[in-house]
């Protein structure tokens, strides 16, 4: 899933950002060594944080019922996971990095999900749309500047984006339901046979559980008999 996400951000940065201007995309450490090596403009996507989304799991399992409402297939629910990854642009001028990240700010702002026609392979089955989020503070109280100095880069103008998006399981076909009734078959010592169908009794409707059991009334409680005459007639 991973790899068709960055895949995704790479057609979408190419097609409404960059639009054939020759730049290239990639996806490695902006390190001060790989910096140092730059000599093309350059739009880096680099992935430092993947975590699931803990507030959006849900426990227990998703069931498929037939047009009998029994329970033909169940699954675990979706987990959701939130890719950050920091957005850097790497041209000449400081002037030109700024038009690329307010291109690509833009760009990002007009999308909360991604589009259908970008969700290739396994996207195109994750459940519920894979949402797209640029430039808000850092979860889990983690600084930008904290990257930048794991990396061991000079600090300088980034977006932070963060993909959310579903990781389905796979549905588990459930026990067949119990058939209605039984057929059950004796054999006498002459070689007799016979044969007896028990139906499964079907639930009483809603709402009518000991209304008619154990002679109940119409009131709830147990009908009474006609009391018997004491004179003789």
């Known amino acids: 899933m991973i790899h068709e996400i960055d895949e995704a951000i790479e057609s979408l940065v190419k097609n409404e950002v960059l639009d054939g201007s020759g730049a290239e995309v990639v996806f490695e450490a902006p390190t001060k060594e790989w910096a140092s090596r730059r000599n093309t403009p350059t739009v880096d996507i680099y992935l430092y944080d993947i975590r699931e989304d803990s ?79 640029v430039a808000n503070p850092p979860a889990e109280q983690r600084q930008i500047s904290e990257v930048w100095s794991a990396l061991g880069g000079e600090l300088k103008a980034s977006l932070d984006l963060v993909v959310t998006a579903a990781i389905g399981s796979e549905p588990i076909t459930a026990i067949p339901a119990a058939p209605k009734g039984l057929a059950l078959r004796t054999s006498g010592t002459e070689g007799q046979q016979s044969e ?19 002679g109940a009334g119409p009131g709830g409680g147990r009908a009474r008999r006609p009391a018997a005459s004491g004179g003789k007639g």
């Open 196 to 214: 007896r169908r028990i139906e499964r009794p079907e639930p009483p409707p809603a709402g009518a559980e000991g209304s008619a059991a154990n």
């Open 55 to 133: 507030k959006r799991r849900h426990i227990g399992k998703l069931r498929t019922r037939d047009a009998d409402g029994l329970v033909v297939s169940e699954q675990e629910p979706p987990r959701f996971f939130r890719l950050s990854y920091l957005v850097t642009a790497w041209t000449q001028r400081p002037e030109d990095e700024h038009r690329l990240l307010s291109a690509m700010l833009f760009t990002f702002l007009r999308h909360d999900t991604l589009p259908d026609e970008y969700r290739a392979g396994s996207l195109q089955d994750s459940p519920g749309p894979i949402l797209i989020e």
